[in-house]
């Protein structure tokens, strides 16, 4: 049983390579550096603890209410499941944290790509998954925020391998990360959908079920139904088969 959110694959100076490059294909390198450079300032002198810092970087979405409260749910399953799956530990904190800030490198992606109601262009799919790399590098940037960082980079890579950025799979997926995979899929599921139908609640954990193994991480996966018993019907949840 694993009993660290952290570990996982370790970057290579040509996986560095890799996400320096996404972030230049995209052509998204002046928005990334541009916000990097404010944040180690703005940061550095308001003096934050980590966090006040995470609360500030969550602050940045153009409807901070509706963010802070989805973030704040996101935070709390994965607290739950974190904890179904290692119990109390230091680390949990920090996947916590970089769930409710999952997405910030997204504020480094053209807002008309992120609003399309359409489907993407292949060109415009990369350019929207360049987020991940984007956010991984500004991030890294901060201190005591590198661990942070690490997980928000690994959290569209999919189980079987076939995600993004670096297409790592299993346990080269750090825990935590895993776990991230599985809570914001299933919340987007629900409020905005690939095919345009947001999920009931109970589509939504089928369809997580159903991933276990390709694109989810049968552990988290288990776990997760716990979790999600646990949430909807309280006497299902006390059933840990």
């Not at 480094?108 to 790509?113: D, E, G, R, V």
């Not at 500004?138 to 980079?153: C, E, P, T, V, W």
């Amino acid at each position: 049983m694993e009993t660290n959110f952290l570990e996982g694959h370790k970057l290579t100076a040509e996986n560095q390579g890799d996400l320096e490059k996404a972030i230049d294909d995209a052509g998204i390198r002046p928005r990334v550096e541009a916000l990097k450079a404010f944040l180690n300032t703005e940061l550095t002198q308001k003096g934050y603890k980590i966090e006040h810092r995470i609360f500030y970087l969550a602050s940045f979405f153009d409807d901070p209410s509706r963010v802070h409260l989805n973030s704040i749910h996101l935070g709390r399953v994965t607290s739950r499941i974190g904890r179904e799956l290692v119990g109390t530990s230091p680390e949990l904190a920090k996947v916590v944290w970089a769930a409710v800030i999952h997405d910030f490198g997204k504020h480094t992606i053209p807002h008309h790509l992120l609003d399309k109601t359409g489907k993407l262009t292949p060109d415009e799919y990369k350019i929207v998954q360049a987020h991940a790399a984007a956010g991984f590098y500004i991030l890294q940037s901060i201190q005591d925020m590198s661990d942070i960082a690490r997980l928000i980079l690994s959290h569209h890579e999919k189980y079987d391998g076939q995600g993004y950025p670096l297409g790592i799979g299993g346990e080269k997926i750090p825990l935590g990360s895993r776990i991230i995979t599985v809570v914001d899929s299933y919340d987007a599921m629900q409020r905005n959908y690939s095919n345009g139908r947001s999920r009931t609640p109970e589509e939504a954990c089928g369809e997580i079920v159903d991933g276990s193994g390709t694109k989810y991480c049968p552990h988290v996966v288990r776990a997760f139904k716990r979790v999600w018993h646990e949430l909807n019907d309280p006497k299902e949840g006390e059933d840990k088969d």
